[in-house]
Each structure stands twice: as structure tokens, then as C-alpha cells.
């Protein structure tokens, strides 16, 4: 007879990152049960196993349900499973982090999203702080070689907007000469025709840009 074995809690938590006032944040929600009710926390729940076909397909519904937001880039961080980590049991929380443009984050599911700036965001329930910090390092170490830091973006941009979203992303200033150079000879991006936007920094209306293609890979720093 096979022996019984007690059955892991197993949920997905989310670190949703977006920018606030040049910085990056965390958007954090208050639980609504126990272990640590009404205490902010990243977004995330249970896997249900009549529905979800596997973990993306989780955070997908996750994301819809407690945030109202669909079709945003995501990526597996890594698992974070122990005895200690949830009160309720030995737990197994498969983390993501996702980016989300700041003009998406409206809210159309009647809870508010607290953003927290993301290299502080205070004390978490459960292991949460780590996990912030392990989706902090995964994004500035994959931002320097990737255009997932366009994700933080509308799709469509300005130059200069995604340059300063590169140095939010990686923590540091680029020069501005370089920079240009390295999108033009990557062929990352395509102007978008018939269209300028004024600033308040250009003297005359600015060029606007899109990604070519979905977040991808290159083969140099940024």
C-alpha cells in the first residue's frame, strides 16, 4: 500500500513592476484572508487544478481576476518552497514577475493596487521580500541584453522615454549617443508613420517609436 504524504501548498506569486516618478515599484495587494489579513502583499493565489492548465495559465487568471490587467510580458523567477515559509503548511510558490505601463494600472476590479517602490517596499508577509528582491535582480540583470524594459512602456514611445526606462531598469545613466547608435544597429525598433508627439524638452514634435517584434533576446549589453 502506497504510505500518504502530506500535500504542499502550492500558489503562484506575482512581483508586478512598474515606474513611478522615474523609479521602479512593486504593486502589492491587501489580503483579504488569514495567514496576515489586510496585510499588503504581492498578487498571487492558488493553483486551481480544474482550471488552470499549468502555472502561466494561473497567472494569467490571477492577474485578470485581483488586477484587471491581461496581456502583459511575464516570465518564471524560480520556485521558493519550504516548511517555514506559510503558517498554514510546507508551501511551494512558484514566483513570476510581470511589467506592467503605469497608464494600464487603473483598476477595474474594485481593489486598489498599492505600489511600493520596489528596493523598499517594507515589511511582507511570508518570504514576499525575497521574492521582490530575486525579480529586482532577475529584471536589471536580463534588462541590460533583452527590450523587456519596453514592457514598462506604452506601445508606443519616444526615444527618450525608453532610454530613461533602461536607466530606471538597470540603475544607472547611459549616454544618450550610445544608446541610439545601439538601437539603430540592433534594428529593435520601427518608427511609427504619421505620428509625433510634442514634449516639453523638444523644441519641435518627437519621433515616435514601437518595438519590432515581441520582448526578445540580444547578444550585447544595452
Request: one cysteine or more.
Amino acid at each position: 500500500m502506497q504510505p500518504e504524504y502530506e500535500r504542499p501548498i502550492v500558489t503562484v506569486d506575482i512581483v508586478l513592476m512598474t515606474i513611478v516618478e522615474g523609479a521602479l515599484a512593486v504593486a502589492l495587494l491587501e489580503r483579504d484572508n488569514a495567514p496576515f489579513q489586510g496585510v499588503p502583499a504581492l498578487i498571487g493565489g492558488y493553483v486551481h487544478t480544474d482550471e488552470d492548465e499549468d502555472a502561466e495559465a494561473a497567472v494569467r487568471r490571477i492577474l485578470k481576476a485581483k488586477a484587471g490587467l491581461e496581456g502583459l510580458f511575464f516570465e518564471q523567477l524560480r520556485s521558493f518552497a519550504g516548511r517555514d515559509r506559510d503558517p498554514r503548511g510546507w508551501s511551494v510558490s512558484i514566483a513570476y514577475f510581470a511589467l506592467v505601463p503605469p497608464s494600464l494600472l487603473s483598476g477595474g476590479t474594485g481593489k486598489t493596487l498599492l505600489l511600493r517602490p520596489a528596493s523598499a517596499p517594507g515589511e511582507l508577509p511570508f518570504d514576499h521580500e525575497r521574492i521582490v528582491l530575486a525579480a529586482r535582480e532577475r529584471l536589471r540583470g536580463k534588462g541590460a541584453y533583452s527590450t523587456i524594459a519596453a514592457c514598462l512602456l506604452p506601445k508606443v514611445f519616444t526615444m527618450s522615454e525608453l532610454q530613461g526606462t533602461y536607466e530606471t531598469v538597470l540603475g544607472e545613466t547611459l549616454d544618450q549617443s550610445a544608446f541610439r547608435r545601439k538601437m539603430k544597429d540592433l534594428d529593435l525598433l520601427e518608427e511609427v508613420e504619421g505620428e509625433k508627439r510634442q514634449t516639453l524638452i523638444a523644441r519641435r514634435p518627437t519621433t515616435l517609436y514601437r518595438l519590432k517584434a515581441a520582448p526578445s533576446v540580444f547578444d550585447r549589453r544595452i
